[in-house]
């Protein structure tokens, strides 16, 4: 978006601004560096989609690889340049397109940049997953013309998100008909810290370019990445602080690109002139250019964190620096905004609607915690949450199903103890989870051997006490202080509890799926253990004369103290943690489950952060309790204007945390009601919970259509309104009664108690 408009005296940023702020029903298509093919994207003042696309994994490779990993054939750098010229006799009706890079790439065709990657490596850890690499897929059909065509690809040594193999290379092919485009040593390669302007382009000469090595294959077993390609929007900027009326430097200086929330994205900006004059951009990364004089665009080469805004640098300037553009790439995963969410109280629509863009900015190539940490897939505690939004939000599975198959990988390679203890208790949530809204057995059948390892690995970190006293450490719990410990790695004397009820309830969704696979003999067995831990749990922690269950009980670990563990300490703590989810679990008795609720909720504020209130709306939910707590506790969300966005913790932590959203699941799923009785939503519950709500309504999106659910309060009458796509049945569960019924619209009228 141009910063000054050719017409006198016009500003089209502030035109476009004017667009997408007046009406959020009134998209605007806007163009990026890479535009897929059947993608279009749209900016409105709601975020950035991908209305309608939708996407076919086709991923796989049908053939043999005949390409080879290339290299450079001269000194070692941090980044190379690739070309390979070839001529189409004629136009073939489709080119499908293989590639992967050892760490990162971009592709040129034509000039035109059409895929950045990999879109991920797959190899998180230098000790995780490390027999296989992940390649992407891509259709380049719409880039190629017939006659001469240009192939060229930037390569990266380094890069965030993954570890390289230690050697960088580069593995391209494509198949044009009966013609095989494949990296071999015909490609030209040059050292990228020459400083050449338009490179990429089809009249660039690289005649004295070097020709291409190829190298060793120590990427073997190569695993397709079946996840959509990203989309791309030019964002632009709401205001620029320190440019010139004129846009022009005669000198060194500096000027800030801000805008209106935070963004995932390429940070980027349009000059002419200022040869040799050194440009960096700064956000969360920063990426530094040398000025060839012409007009070029200068793009951060990584997805980063911008919060919200990034300062562009210029040193060296002995020629004027003219700055045409300034603005940024959004780029997330392909989603539509299918679900929607409205109530009587705007704040919360707005916390629903800032929970929604807080997952889009985490949806990349994988899920991240953070576009600040892009942490490796070590997190499914945190993912779980995100990819429930993504249930309620988007529906677009295919990113949670490769986090699902990956993070098995990396489980069975590390003996099944992952970083975070507990989370892997939490992956196979994520899992469990996407099979009840999507459908999808066949990743539970394909998960179902990491399953079983995973509770038997469990099973071996029960202690003599019958609780899981022996694990390596008990982290992670949350960010908070019990007992004068900090719980992101507490001592067995907190954590026992805490992961002795993650793993009962993962030893209830182990056996529903040994039970969909007809494996009885370990249905038996998961009954036992999980009777043997409820006993235990009770006997071991529950406390009569508190009407709690402690966290654990001091020195009955045998596991030595460590960096994650520390040394055990005579304390008897009594977190809402443990009691939450015994409630949520069923490790206490149902007559119980009121009563630890509103003792826990007597202390205020709760000692949680926003992760674990996850677990919290669901113990509420459980006992009977979400209408009276349910929207107090939302209304903890604080929105920080000028990021639109939460804090990661109540009060600090980063401003771009995906695991802060769990309010738009409970919106959703509890004050709209409707959750999945059946796999893949063939049956639904809806239950609204109306709280102090006067009314709601809403979209939840499901694999067969979107389901709607609007309901108010007339005086002490609710009046619900329900359209269920077709092939579809529901339980509609009002407060004087429950009815079934099949696909259609339907209106009830109920008795409800006045909104306070």
């Known amino acids: 978006m141009k910063i000054k408009s050719p017409i006198a005296g016009g500003c089209l940023l502030c035109l476009f601004l004017t667009v997408i702020k007046t009406e959020a029903k009134s998209p605007v298509a806007t163009s990026a560096p890479i535009d897929n093919p059947g993608m279009t994207v749209m900016v409105d003042a709601a975020g950035v989609q991908a209305r309608g696309y939708q996407f076919i994994n086709c991923c796989q490779k049908p053939t043999p690889w005949q390409a080879q990993w290339i290299w450079l054939s001269g000194e070692a750098t941090e980044r190379g340049w690739f070309r390979k010229e070839i001529t189409l006799d004629t136009m073939p009706n ?33 000790g995780g997953s490390t027999h296989r690499w992940f390649y992407d897929y891509r259709d380049l059909t719409p880039f190629f013309h017939k006659g001469r065509n240009v192939i060229a690809a930037e390569v990266f040594r380094k890069g965030p998100g993954g570890v390289s193999r230690g050697q960088p290379a580069f593995l391209f092919e494509a198949q044009a008909d009966k013609l095989t485009i494949k990296s071999d040593a015909t490609w030209r390669d040059i050292p990228s810290n020459v ?42 900027a709401t205001r620029i602080e320190g440019l010139s009326e004129n846009r022009v430097f005669t000198k060194d200086g500096s000027f800030k690109v801000v805008f209106d929330r935070v963004l995932s994205g390429f940070p980027q900006v349009k000059v002419r002139g200022g040869k040799g004059a050194r440009v960096t951009l700064k956000a969360h990364g920063s990426a530094a250019f040398v000025l060839s004089g012409g007009e070029e665009t ?35 995963q392909p989603v539509e905004y299918r679900g929607t969410f409205e109530c009587s109280d705007e704040s ?169 696979m007809g494996d009885t003999a370990r249905v038996t067995k998961y009954a036992k253990q999980r009777n043997e831990i409820a006993a235990a749990f009770n006997r071991e922690l529950w406390v009569p004369e508190t009407g709690l269950y402690r966290d654990g009980k001091p020195f009955q670990t045998s596991v030595k103290p460590g960096k994650w563990l520390p040394a055990d300490k005579d304390i008897e ?168 019924v099949k696909s259609g619209q339907y209106h009830f009228n109920s008795p409800c108690k006045r909104a306070t």
């Not at 009977?624 to 204007?641: A, D, K, N, S």
Request: glycine share 6%.
């Open 298 to 332: 200068l793009e951060h080469p990584f997805m980063t964190e911008i919060v919200p805004a990034f300062t562009v640098e210029l040193k060296n300037v002995t020629e004027p620096v003219e700055i045409l553009d300034a603005d940024a790439v959004f780029t997330s």
């Open 195 to 236: 400083g050449m302007a338009n490179w990429q382009a089809s009249e660039f000469n690289d005649g004295p370019w070097s020709a291409a090595i190829a190298v060793q294959n120590i990427w073997e077993p190569l695993v397709a990445s079946e996840i959509p390609p990203l989309m791309e929007a030019r964002y632009p």
């Open 573 to 740: 703590t009594f977190s809402p943690h443990v009691n939450l989810l015994a409630v949520l679990y069923n490790l206490a008795p149902k007559n119980l489950h009121a009563a630890i609720v509103e003792k826990v909720l007597a202390e205020k504020p709760l000692n949680t952060q926003p992760w674990f209130m996850h677990w919290v709306f669901q113990a509420l939910d459980h006992a009977g309790l979400f209408e009276q707590y349910g929207t107090e506790q939302m209304r903890r969300w604080q929105i920080v204007p000028e990021t639109q966005s939460f804090r990661e913790m109540w009060k600090g932590g980063d401003l771009s945390h995906g695991w802060c959203s769990t309010p738009l699941v409970q919106m959703s799923a509890r004050i709209l009601g409707v959750t999945p009785a059946a796999p893949g939503f063939k049956t639904l519950a809806i239950r609204p919970s109306l709280c102090d709500l006067r009314w709601a309504k809403g979209t939840v999106p499901t694999p067969n259509g979107d389901v709607t659910v609007a309901w108010k309060r007339v005086d002490e009458i609710l009046q619900l309104d329900v359209t269920l796509p077709a092939g579809t049945e529901a339980d509609i569960i009002l407060p004087a009664k429950t009815v079934h």
């Open 348 to 516: 919360l629509n707005r916390i629903w609607k800032v929970s929604r863009w807080a997952v889009q900015i985490c949806l990349q190539t994988h899920h991240l915690d953070s576009p600040n940490h892009q942490e490796p897939i070590s997190d499914p505690g945190d993912y779980l949450i995100e990819a429930m939004v993504n249930n309620y939000a988007f529906a677009q599975p295919w990113l949670t199903r490769q986090d699902v198959r990956k993070f098995a990988w990396l489980l069975k390679d590390e003996n099944y103890h992952n970083f975070h203890t507990s989370y892997s208790i939490g992956w196979l949530q994520m899992l469990m989870d996407y099979y009840d809204y999507t459908g999808d057995k066949s990743l539970v059948e394909e998960m179902a051997p990491y399953i079983h390892e995973l509770l038997d690995t469990y099973a071996s970190w029960r202690g003599k006490n019958g609780l899981i006293s022996e694990a390596p450490n008990y982290m992670f719990m949350d960010w908070v202080t019990i007992g004068g410990f900090g719980c992101h790695h507490p001592p067995a004397v907190i954590g026992q509890g805490y992961l002795t009820a993650f793993y009962y309830h993962g030893l209830a969704m182990a056996s529903r799926v040994a039970a969909m």
């Open 94 to 126: 489709n080119i499908p397109a293989w590639m992967s890079a050892d760490m990162k790439y971009r592709l040129w065709i034509n000039g035109k940049l059409v895929s950045r990657g990999p879109a991920d490596i797959g190899r998180d850890y230098a």
